[in-house]
């Protein structure tokens, strides 16, 4: 079985730019999850998709945000890109949503900001 | 809103000796909590989760509720064992928000 994968692997970007980033599942996984890595604030949660609809949201601004599509993929976005805004994004896929549920994680797309 | 704490940011062993990462949490309801571990080059991935009490690898935690800590052990520490271990919690309430804390780097020493 395919694990989770995300692309771009690696993204540079300058101020002020918008970035879509992919994330596809684990086939049969119908929940995605959004984080942002970074060494200051470590993993933060973004959001969470399940069939195509958004479960949870983090405490990001509105500049983030996401979408699922019917197979399952996702993507987020982020406009105005800030130079804080340089991380590791990871995904995770999940079979459900909630409880008992082991999370997926793919390799990551780092973005820088230039 | 809930917290994860790992007080340690990095913690060096010598191979063979006992191991303890410490992870205390704070959120008002019942939580779920996990070890993920990063490898060198490798992805995240989970370790081991309060609910299965199994070990992993020869490591256990146990979720002490009185003391809001969720401690990752292993009894003799091996070289492979070397990694970020990171602790999650999982709220309540369904979906799949993941908190977590800000790691720690393991570092066993021959």
């Known amino acids: 079985k395919a694990g989770v994968t995300q692309t771009p692997r690696y993204l540079i970007k300058t101020r002020g730019q918008q970035v879509t980033l992919s994330c596809s599942p684990i086939s049969g996984h119908r929940s995605v999850s959004w984080y942002q890595q970074t060494p200051g604030q470590g993993l933060q949660f973004l959001f969470e998709y399940f069939s195509e609809t958004q479960r949870n949201k983090g405490n990001f601004p509105g500049r983030f945000s996401g979408r699922q599509f019917s197979n399952s993929r996702s993507e987020m976005n982020v406009s105005t890109l800030e130079l804080g805004d340089s991380a590791l994004y990871l995904c995770?896929?999940?079979?459900?949503?909630?409880?008992?549920?082991?999370?997926?994680f793919g390799p990551g797309t780092r973005l820088t900001v230039l | 809103a809930q917290r994860v704490t790992q007080p340690e940011k990095l913690l060096s062993v010598f191979k063979g000796a006992p191991v303890e990462l410490k992870c205390n949490y704070s959120y008002s309801g019942s939580p779920e909590l996990f070890w993920y571990v990063q490898y060198s080059r490798q992805r995240l991935q989970l370790l081991l989760r309060h609910i299965s009490r199994e070990s992993i690898k020869g490591f256990t935690a146990d979720l002490n509720k009185g003391e809001t800590s969720f401690h990752l052990k292993k009894p003799f520490a091996q070289e492979e064992d070397s990694a970020m271990y990171y602790c999650a919690l999982l709220p309540g309430g369904g979906g799949n928000k993941l908190t977590f804390g800000t790691g720690t780097q393991l570092k066993v020493e021959l």
């Open positions: 995770a896929s999940s079979w459900t949503s909630g409880r008992r549920n082991e999370q997926f």
